[in-house]
């Protein structure tokens, strides 16, 4: 399984942008697909975007399309997640995930980054 950590969260005002960071171990990194979750207080984890390995393709929750951007370096076994025009409501613990290409299940979870929107 590959390891993975989180970094980059933080607070910030409404409007404002960060960029979360995973990195992970392993050399096949390049093939897995990796995601973004995240868990608000008293909420159920739920899917925020997703970039393959094969090709790179992405998707998005509709609650963040066109304001986050998911992208990989697959050189420095590193994806990111832009945020920008942030609202409190993406206020939650952000979760970076990793599966191998076909599957169902996410095989590795990070420990996750809390993320704050707040004036």
């Known amino acids: 399984q590959v390891q993975l950590v989180e970094s980059g969260g933080g607070l910030v005002q409404p409007g404002g942008s960060l960029r979360l960071s995973c990195a992970a171990s392993?050399?096949?990194?390049?093939?897995?697909?990796m995601g973004w979750f995240r868990q608000a207080p008293g909420k159920e984890r739920e899917f925020v975007a997703v970039?393959?390995?094969?090709?790179?393709?992405?998707d998005y929750a509709d609650s963040v399309k066109g304001r986050f951007t998911i992208s990989r370096d697959n050189a420095k076994n590193t994806v990111y997640l832009q945020m920008n025009s942030l609202k409190p409501e993406d206020t939650a613990v952000y979760y970076c995930?990793?599966?191998?290409?076909?599957?169902?299940?996410?095989?590795?979870w990070g420990q996750g980054t809390q993320v704050t929107v707040s004036s």
């Open positions: 970039v393959r390995g094969s090709g790179g393709s992405t």
């Open positions: 392993g050399r096949t990194f390049s093939s897995y697909t």
């Open positions: 995930a990793a599966k191998v290409l076909g599957a169902v299940k996410w095989a590795s």
